[in-house]
């Protein structure tokens, strides 16, 4: 039988406290945020962007994701994307209205009030949420459905994170929009920050609720991990700008016009050819006025026209009141930010017709141009009869070259002459006109 010693046992308890005296466990490792920026409309891929960014924070186990947001609005499909993404996430999601003169606007006020904590920085402003149609102008009845559809979604968003859902259906029906302070006081927003950091301080501790329950966030001296759009995002968010659309476009008539013009150059061709793909892919997101389209297109063919039509400019004027008419129309929309500037909109139609004009008289120039090589160089020559020449035989000396020719008329040797055809290696020639 082995018999059992509580010695050795009552000596380790003894010792324990040492252990961990000179022993300390290492401290551990610091909670990490994940942060993005989002600066600019919402669009689908800023809705992308924050959809991968929410997957991220979840695979990571980070504390949690914090957006920086600075928006005039956006996509309503986009921004409800966006709000969903945020909804179903495991992570606690931060969005802070930053950096200072920043605003949450229109589609930015449903991402903020979603976010399970709302902040914003001192010297920036949230609201004006009303539903404006990208595609123009609605009707009473389809602006009533908006606007009750948006006032409804909003509510729900404000109720689930425990703000002012009635400040929030005013933002909707009414336009209203309030300052950071006014903003807390209403419980709009959580807290009003100076900083990132100071922010992330401020709300260790607060207890929230994600799609994986109840969490306490736990957010101080966290380690901030910052993530970009990639090459790919930021090209594409790029093309998504009316004004960038616009001039994409014209690059694209610009290049496949001097292609057709000059046959083989190549290289136009192609940088057209990718300017109107990256244009129409624009403008899959932007509300496209195919009236004004036409009327760009109408002015480009003016412009053409006035090279060969006699006009005395009056088809180069027409060319411009349908290049900056067409270009105005272009996206229909009584957003700012979805249409094409009118500082952009004026230089572009004068360029444009300087450009079109100068090239196709260039061309038609050089088309109209007498060749000066080859056998059609040979017409309007003078050369001397080297022989009799009648309307089967004879031959000619122009250019220091022997030439087979006829004539309708009897043409003595010695005799100057003038070639008026080459048919092959024979030419057909008539007498120089005296005087």
């Not at 800023?46 to 960014?53: R, T, Y």
């Not at 900083?195 to 966030?217: C, F, H, Q, W, Y």
């Not at 001397?384 to 009648?390: L, P």
Request: hydrophobic share 50%; with cysteine.
């Amino acid at each position: 039988m082995v018999r059992f010693s509580y010695f050795p046992a009552l000596i380790f308890l003894l010792f324990l406290p040492l252990i961990f005296l000179f022993f300390p466990a290492s401290p551990a490792l610091s909670a990490e945020v994940l942060h993005i920026t989002v600066a600019g409309v919402i669009n689908p891929v800023s809705a992308e962007f924050i959809g991968k960014a929410v997957k991220e924070a979840e695979e990571t186990n980070a504390a949690a994701l914090l957006i920086e947001l600075d928006t005039p609005g956006g996509l309503d499909t986009s921004m409800r994307s966006i709000v969903k993404d945020i909804g179903a996430s495991r992570v606690p999601v931060i969005v802070f209205v930053s950096p200072r003169g920043a605003r949450a606007a229109s589609a930015g006020v449903f991402i903020t009030m979603s976010a399970h904590v709302a902040a914003m920085a001192p010297g920036t402003n949230i609201g004006a949420a009303h539903p404006v149609s990208v595609g123009g102008k609605m009707d009473n009845v389809t602006s009533e459905k908006a606007t009750n559809d948006a006032a409804a979604y909003i509510k729900t968003i404000a109720k689930q994170s425990g703000r002012n859902a009635k400040w929030a259906e005013d933002s909707v029906r009414n336009s209203v929009s309030v300052t950071e302070s006014e903003a807390l006081k209403l419980n709009v927003v959580d807290i009003v920050a100076d900083d990132v950091p100071s922010l992330l301080d401020e709300i260790d501790g607060r207890k929230v609720t994600t799609a994986a329950g109840n969490m306490t966030l736990k957010t101080a001296n966290a380690r901030m991990t910052k993530r970009e759009m990639g090459f790919r995002s930021k090209v594409l968010d790029l093309i998504s700008n009316p004004n960038v659309a616009y001039i994409l476009m014209l690059l694209g008539f610009y290049g496949l016009f001097f292609e057709l013009t000059n046959p083989g150059v190549v290289a136009p061709g192609v940088i057209g050819a990718i300017c109107l793909i990256l244009a129409f892919y624009s403008f899959q997101t932007l509300p496209v006025n195919y009236a004004g389209m036409l009327l760009i297109l109408v002015g480009i063919i003016l412009f053409i026209l006035e090279v060969k039509v006699t006009s005395y400019g009056m088809l180069t004027v027409g060319g411009v009141f349908c290049l900056v008419l067409g270009s105005m129309m272009l996206f229909d929309s009584p957003l700012p930010f979805f249409k094409v500037s009118l500082s952009l909109i004026l230089p572009t139609a004068i360029i444009t017709a300087l450009f079109f004009m100068l090239t196709f008289r260039l061309a038609y120039k050089a088309y109209k141009t007498k060749p000066v090589t080859g056998q059609e160089g040979l017409v309007g020559l003078e050369g001397t009869a080297k022989t009799n020449i009648t309307a089967h035989d004879g031959m000619i000396m122009v250019h220091g070259e022997l030439w087979s020719a006829y004539s309708d008329e009897r043409i003595a040797k010695d005799e100057s002459v003038i070639i008026t055809e080459v048919k092959g290696l024979k030419v057909k020639v008539r007498k120089t006109p005296i005087g």
